[in-house]
């Protein structure tokens, strides 16, 4: 059993109290402490496949290696969004920076690169039959 507490410190809108968590490890060399530390870093891994989702090409194929490549194209431009909207979304601050976060969210981003490939590649409008007669 390990004490932890809630985040109505940092949002101010519950008063703050202490909850038991309860973690079985099996054959640990850990204290209860360092397994909440190691599993409070799984939320980074969690929070992150999130995001990516909603940057992630959609596929029917079977194949591993071009499912491989869409994960990997959209966690590379998951970090890309990270990096400009540290550098855009900053507000000036005396001592510390802190982001606006609502300046540049993921979805802008992704309907950003959407328009983009739609203008390079453009629009389907119709596609053309293959038959020239109906199938009766």
Not at 47 to 61: E, F, L, M
Not at 81 to 104: K, V
Not at 114 to 131: M, N, P, T, V
Request: hydrophobic residues 45%; glycine residues 4%.
């Amino acid at each position: 059993m390990c004490r932890v507490f809630t985040t109505a410190k940092r949002t101010g809108h519950v008063p703050r109290h202490a909850d038991r968590m309860v973690l079985i490890v099996l054959h640990g060399p850990w204290s209860p402490k360092q397994v909440r530390n190691q599993y409070r870093r799984r939320f980074g891994i969690e929070c992150s496949r999130r995001c990516a989702r909603q940057v992630r090409g959609w596929t029917t194929s079977n194949n591993p290696a071009y499912r491989f490549l869409l994960i990997a194209l959209s966690f590379f431009l998951l970090n890309v969004w990270l990096r400009l909207r540290w550098w855009f979304a900053q507000m000036p601050r005396q001592r510390h920076r802190a982001l606006r976060a609502a300046h540049f969210r993921l979805s802008r981003f992704a309907k950003f690169i959407a328009r983009a490939l739609k203008d390079l590649y453009g629009y389907l409008h119709s596609i053309d039959a293959l038959a020239l007669q109906p199938i009766t």
